[in-house]
């Protein structure tokens, strides 16, 4: 019999957020779960390297496949102004859309290994 492992989807989302190429390159490794509320002003008013803050929308398993979970995640990408914010969402739209080819990519947790198998993105900026 196999155990069902339940693996932290935003724990694996954001790990390989901040190993993503693209995505590094717009926001280093600054994905976060949330921030500090001295942070967006500090780091705004510096002008330092724009940020994403990841959210855990909702959380389902499907019945019938072992350890398939369909998470639904949001990012928000904060930037000083809204065309660089603009940009980390397109790197963010542009690696989402790489997972849905068909090509899982494993992500290092702290209990092992997940293993991201497809992604749906969809983009709203306001």
């Given at each position: 019999?196999?155990?069902?492992?339940?693996?932290?989807a935003e724990a694996t989302v954001r790990n390989w957020a901040r190993a993503e190429t693209?995505?590094?390159?717009a926001v280093g490794t600054r994905t976060f779960f949330s921030t500090e509320i001295a942070y967006?002003?500090?780091?705004l008013a510096s002008n330092a390297t724009?940020?994403?803050?990841?959210?855990?929308?909702s959380e389902t398993f499907q019945a019938g496949d072992v350890g398939m979970q369909l998470a639904l995640i949001q990012f928000d990408c904060r930037a000083t102004t809204k065309?660089?914010?603009?940009?980390?969402?397109?790197?963010?739209e542009t690696a989402g859309r790489l997972l849905t080819f068909g090509a899982p990519v494993s992500v290092t947790?702290?209990?092992g290994t997940a293993r991201i198998a497809w992604a749906d993105v969809?983009?709203?900026?306001?």
């Open positions: 019999m196999t155990n069902l492992v339940i693996v932290d693209n995505i590094v390159a967006p002003k500090a780091a724009p940020w994403i803050v990841m959210t855990l929308i065309l660089i914010a603009a940009d980390i969402a397109t790197a963010l947790i702290p209990t969809r983009q709203k900026r306001v």
